[in-house]
């Protein structure tokens, strides 16, 4: 059995429109704590965050109330990183952490991710079983009495976040002298991110540091890195961070203003971690829609690619069954396993920054050390959506593609685990070749979908 309310990153949708409804946030509050209790603890203690959409608060309540009926005591943060709540669900022994954000998505949108009482999240089984309580009558009675749970605020969470970010940073170094923008997407991370960077040392120009519920990733952060790449020139800076609304991501703008994607910095962080026989066996672990330039640099420095499915858990799942620890996606999510169990754009920016000052070079020449092939992405939402095997033109148009390839470049073709678009990627050498294949790909996609 699949799963069907669980994507590749949670829970997603439209708030207060099926399933992002505060009945089902009830209901699924419910269900992490009778799986938390079944497993641990009579009371379970369970970690709330949220980032800062207006439907977080609608959410967020409906979710401790489950909670607290099913007899769990819920632990509320308020507006944090996305890794915050992992962070604090393992260091404060709790039986689960919940994430209520949509990450990248418009305001309008929300969800609801849960990570597991070590900090990371929910393998699909667990999700499955999850889905398959809610459906369940065993979640209609809850306790009485004095088994009713409570709720306690979290009053220091951004400082606890802020000390456990600083923590991963080299303790020989500091960011004196260094002037840095950072775009916290009007989310998240609006407090935590910038008084980090200050603590260090930096010289800190804050953007998207005014949520109102309405405005997170609107014409900022990782999105829209156009803002900071002019910041960074117009100030002089000599980095730019931009983080997505939960902060789980980041994207880097060098000194000139050119953007650094998760790629050049996994290569940048990659190739000084062999360097200093940091990377475990030798490996990077990625997914599949990395470019071919990365794979190269590692092998040229006597490294290794892993890749993976699409999603960062996927990238998490393969790190801790093959003891490698560091990974990471092209969108940002990069995964030090050495200080974070999931995806965090704060920690990873610390990480890049290390690297700049232990070599003593810009950005913009660490970012050279990847030579990118050229690569075209393209997302395309149609009326209905059939697996893909059972898109016959599609995969006709497939096998053609790669055979025009053969080893000069690849495509890979998926649907989004987040959004209902088709989405396409390819590689090539040759990028006049590489558009007409686009072309016919998506010709073809439409055809199968009429």
Request: charged share 25%.
């Amino acid at each position: 059995m699949t799963r069907s309310l669980f994507g590749t990153d949670g829970i997603r949708g439209r708030a207060n429109v099926a399933p992002m409804t505060p009945e089902m946030a009830l209901r699924l509050g419910r269900a992490v704590t009778f799986v938390a209790r079944k497993h641990g603890r009579k009371t379970p203690r369970i970690v709330i965050g949220k980032d800062t959409r207006l439907s977080g608060y609608m959410l967020e309540q409906a979710m401790a109330a489950g909670i607290c009926s099913m007899g769990g005591h819920v632990l509320i943060t308020g507006p944090i990183p996305t890794p915050a709540v992992a962070n604090l669900t393992h260091s404060m022994r709790a039986d689960a952490g919940i994430v209520i954000s949509a990450s990248h998505n418009p305001y309008w949108d929300n969800g609801i991710k849960i990570f597991a009482r070590d900090g990371f999240k929910l393998p699909d089984e667990q999700e499955l079983e999850i889905e398959n309580l809610l459906r369940s009558p065993e979640l209609d009675k809850g306790p009485t009495g004095a088994r009713i749970g409570g709720a306690t605020r979290i009053d220091d969470a951004i400082g606890r976040y802020v000390v456990f970010a600083k923590a991963t940073f080299p303790a020989d170094l500091s960011l004196d002298g260094l002037r840095i923008v950072v775009d916290a997407a009007h989310g998240a991370a609006y407090k935590v991110a910038p008084a980090v960077l200050r603590e260090l040392g930096a010289e800190v120009i804050a953007l998207g540091v005014r949520p109102n519920g309405q405005n997170i990733n609107q014409k900022s952060g990782a999105l829209h890195p156009e803002y900071v790449q002019k910041e960074v020139v117009r100030k002089e800076a000599h980095l730019g961070i931009a983080l997505d609304g939960d902060a789980d991501r980041v994207i880097l703008v060098d000194e000139k203003g050119k953007v650094v994607d998760g790629d050049a910095v996994m290569a940048i962080a990659a190739l000084r971690m062999l360097k200093d026989d940091r990377l475990h066996k030798s490996t990077l672990v990625t997914t599949v829609m990395s470019n071919m330039g990365l794979e190269q640099a590692l092998d040229r420095a006597g490294g290794k690619l892993l890749r993976t499915q699409v999603g960062d858990r996927y990238v998490v799942e393969a790190m801790r069954k093959g003891g490698y620890n560091f990974g990471g996606e092209q969108s940002g999510h990069l995964i030090f396993l050495d200080h974070a169990t999931t995806g965090d754009g704060t920690v990873a920016a610390l990480q890049a920054l290390g690297v700049m000052l232990r070599e003593q070079k810009p950005m913009s020449e660490l970012a050279r050390c990847m030579e990118r092939f050229p690569q075209i992405l393209e997302g395309y939402t149609f009326p209905r959506r059939l697996p893909l095997d059972q898109m016959a033109n599609l995969q006709k148009a497939m096998r053609a593609a790669e055979q025009t390839l053969g080893k000069e470049g690849r495509i890979v073709v998926r649907w989004s685990g987040t959004e209902p678009k088709l989405r396409l990627m390819g590689e090539s050498t040759d990028e006049t070749k590489l558009r007409n294949i686009m072309a016919e790909l998506r010709a073809a996609a439409e055809i199968d979908l009429r």
